[in-house]
């Protein structure tokens, strides 16, 4: 078989530039220190390795929402707990206020103070984590709490169902009397208001036809056929106190966060279900047991000095502690799911982590020796193609 001088230079020329292939590649991946730098590196790696890195940045995502869930129960869990420790002050206070030993003068003193409690918690449910607030369900923009108007019933009548609308603002009790028996609507009425305590009264006719009670800075809209009877000294009769009230203005469905590919959380709360308060859209208060309402009547009985009522509000304001207590123990549990399902997503990112460096690192130990074995058969293909084409036929002569 004949070996011309061009087949000698054209396979020369393959060797040596595959030698030189092969040290270009293994240079680069030494540089990147990675085995796949291109897709046509390795096709089926390449693809594995965009799918790795997808399921890892849906992984962030969820560990991202994880957190903020976490960030803002916490910060639930600990207001809450502060809420309880309030209401068990508020309970002792009560308490102290059923017992008819106290003057009326006390009493009012008591007062004051109960209203210092529920300032607080209404601060409390009011909580915000940053500009969102915790406890107003998924309408997080505004507080969950703002300040109107409420009722609490001490007569005979009317009852709730009979107040259609109240307008107006109070700065604390009104306590408001009917002096004549009738009709709302139909019967022209005599009745009477005090705003400090009891101490003077301002006298006032509702009209007949009229349905509205003007209250100074206040008015009350009763239901037309309401039926009064004339206040008495016992304690009978028709009479009510219109007083500042806790309304809800949130959301009544929690904001919820995925935190992974098929759970959900809230990570917000829905302050009425633990508070109360008066339900803004119908302006009627939520019901028992009313955190908000309870603490409200219990301070208009104290100013009033009825110990006995003070006494149902003590009994009401336990039920009222343990929906309290009851809503911190929920949002526990929900950090606890989701301190779990964090940590499991954490576990999961890490293996999907590994098992894209498996397919795209290199081995760095493994590749310096591989490439100084290219470097030397590239040095020995030209060490061997430059001599076999030094040669020729006077070589031989």
């Not at 309304?247 to 959380?265: F, L, Q, R």
Request: glycine letters at 8%; charged letters at 20%.
């Amino acid at each position: 078989m004949r070996i011309s001088t061009a087949q000698i230079f054209s396979l020369s020329l393959n060797q040596i530039n595959s030698s030189l292939n092969d040290v270009t590649e293994l240079t680069i991946m030494n540089s990147s220190q990675k085995k796949v730098n291109s897709p046509s590196d390795d096709p089926a790696g390449m693809g594995r390795m965009v799918e790795l890195s997808g399921f890892q940045q849906s992984l962030t995502g969820y560990l991202d929402n994880c957190g903020v869930a976490l960030d803002y129960l916490d910060t639930a869990d600990q207001v809450l707990s502060t809420a309880s420790e309030t209401i068990t002050a508020a309970l002792e206070l009560a308490e102290q206020a059923s017992t008819e030993t106290y003057t009326d003068e006390e009493m009012r003193m008591m007062a004051l103070e109960m209203r210092g409690y529920l300032d607080a918690l209404y601060a409390i449910a009011n909580t915000q984590m940053g500009s969102d607030s915790i406890f107003a369900g998924d309408d997080t923009e505004d507080n969950a709490y703002e300040m109107g108007l409420g009722v609490t019933l001490q007569g005979d009548s009317p009852s709730r169902t009979d107040f259609v609308n109240l307008t107006g603002e109070v700065d604390g009790t009104v306590a408001v009397r009917f002096t004549s028996d009738g009709a709302v609507g139909t019967d022209a009425l005599d009745y009477e208001y005090s705003t400090d305590g009891g101490e003077t009264w301002t006298s006032a006719v509702l009209a007949s036809g009229d349905t509205v009670l003007d209250l100074a800075d206040a008015q009350v809209e009763l239901a037309s056929g309401t039926a009064v009877t004339a206040a008495d000294d016992d304690g009978g009769g028709s009479r009510f106190s219109l007083r500042q009230a806790c309304v809800y203005t949130g959301s009544d469905k929690a904001m919820s966060v995925a935190v992974s590919e098929s759970t959900s959380e809230d990570m917000t709360t829905v302050g009425s279900d633990i508070f109360g308060g008066v339900d803004q859209a119908t302006g009627q208060p939520y019901g028992s047991p009313n955190l908000f309402e309870t603490l409200s009547d219990c301070i208009v009985h104290m100013e009033s000095g009825d110990s006995g009522a003070v006494a149902q509000c003590l009994e009401d304001l336990g039920d009222c502690h343990e929906t309290v207590e009851a809503g911190a123990a929920g949002v526990g549990a929900r950090e606890n799911k989701i301190t779990y399902t964090q940590t499991s997503q954490s576990l999961v990112k890490s293996l999907a982590a590994n098992a894209a460096s498996s397919i795209e690192d290199a081995d760095a130990a493994q590749l310096v020796v591989e490439l100084e074995q290219a470097n030397y058969v590239y040095q020995a293909v030209l060490s061997t193609a430059s001599s076999v084409m030094s040669m020729s036929l006077l070589d031989y002569i």
